[in-house]
């Protein structure tokens, strides 16, 4: 069982999300008299992260690593969770039913503070659009599906891996409404996010290198008649 299940599973994969995260809030070895701030400071491995999420863990997990990714002024996050965002996208093309992290990443903490902030964020920024969201096309998120998108989800994660300017926040928004779309089984934000991230990185590959030359050249020409 998870820890959504037990009571009324919340609806959206936002409010399951913070269902997950919430009851980690606190250490546990805090005790009711410790300092209230400590909470502040609470952690979850992505290991035990993975563990809870067994109902559609590749979604749940892409989202909530997604994430601190696609919002602004988030910093250190996107670091933590690029790499097993790879990981798990490759894993998903590799035709894994479920995840699996090698232990150096299971290991990995994640500040569970921090994380619910960027959920609460998400849903007063975004959460009006994960309505929209519930199955159709069913044959789009199924299992030979679901592997040909964990093969296009590798370049966006990738690209969120590059620690470079605009690398990560467009590709972030895209990997996030793949998973909503695979924890919903909706294959229109599956489409609409492979669209959206793979159309940015084209255009980062495409348009960065004729970018550089410009500034090169500006430079340049700036160094010649100055």
């Given at each position: 069982?998870?820890?959504?299940?037990?009571?009324?599973?919340?609806?959206?994969?936002?409010a399951?999300?913070?269902?997950?995260?919430?009851?980690?809030?606190?250490?546990?070895?805090?005790?009711?008299?410790?300092?209230?701030?400590?909470?502040?400071?609470?952690?979850?491995?992505?290991?035990?992260?993975?563990?809870?999420?067994?109902?559609?863990?590749?979604?749940?997990?892409?989202?909530?690593?997604?994430?601190?990714?696609?919002?602004p002024?988030?910093?250190?996050?996107?670091?933590?969770?690029?790499?097993?965002?790879?990981?798990?996208?490759?894993?998903?093309?590799?035709?894994?039913?479920?995840?699996?992290?090698?232990?150096?990443?299971?290991?990995?903490?994640?500040?569970?503070?921090?994380?619910?902030d960027?959920?609460?964020?998400?849903?007063?920024?975004?959460?009006?659009?994960?309505?929209?969201?519930?199955?159709?096309?069913?044959g789009?998120?199924?299992?030979?599906?679901?592997?040909?998108?964990?093969?296009?989800?590798?370049?966006?994660?990738?690209?969120?891996?590059?620690?470079?300017?605009?690398?990560?926040?467009?590709?972030?928004?895209?990997?996030?409404?793949?998973?909503?779309?695979?924890?919903?089984?909706?294959?229109?934000?599956?489409?609409?996010?492979?669209?959206?991230?793979?159309?940015?990185?084209?255009?980062?590959?495409?348009?960065?290198?004729?970018?550089?030359?410009?500034?090169?050249?500006?430079?340049?020409?700036?160094?010649?008649?100055?």
């Amino acid at each position: 069982m998870t820890a959504v299940e037990g009571s009324a599973a919340p609806r959206g994969a936002l409010a399951k999300i913070e269902a997950i995260l919430k009851p980690h809030l606190q250490p546990q070895h805090e005790t009711a008299h410790a300092d209230a701030g400590r909470g502040q400071k609470a952690t979850i491995s992505l290991g035990a992260l993975s563990d809870l999420m067994e109902e559609r863990a590749f979604g749940l997990l892409l989202l909530i690593l997604a994430l601190p990714c696609c919002l602004p002024f988030v910093y250190i996050l996107p670091q933590l969770v690029a790499l097993p965002m790879v990981v798990l996208a490759t894993q998903m093309a590799a035709g894994r039913r479920a995840p699996w992290l090698p232990e150096t990443l299971r290991k990995r903490r994640l500040p569970v503070a921090a994380l619910l902030d960027v959920v609460a964020r998400a849903q007063r920024y975004g959460g009006w659009l994960e309505r929209f969201a519930h199955p159709r096309l069913p044959g789009f998120t199924g299992d030979k599906a679901t592997r040909i998108i964990g093969a296009l989800l590798i370049v966006p994660c990738l690209s969120i891996l590059v620690p470079l300017p605009l690398t990560n926040t467009v590709p972030g928004i895209g990997v996030a409404l793949t998973a909503i779309g695979l924890i919903e089984r909706d294959a229109l934000f599956v489409v609409f996010g492979l669209l959206i991230a793979l159309i940015w990185v084209a255009i980062l590959v495409i348009g960065g290198p004729a970018l550089i030359y410009l500034l090169v050249n500006f430079l340049l020409n700036r160094g010649t008649t100055a």
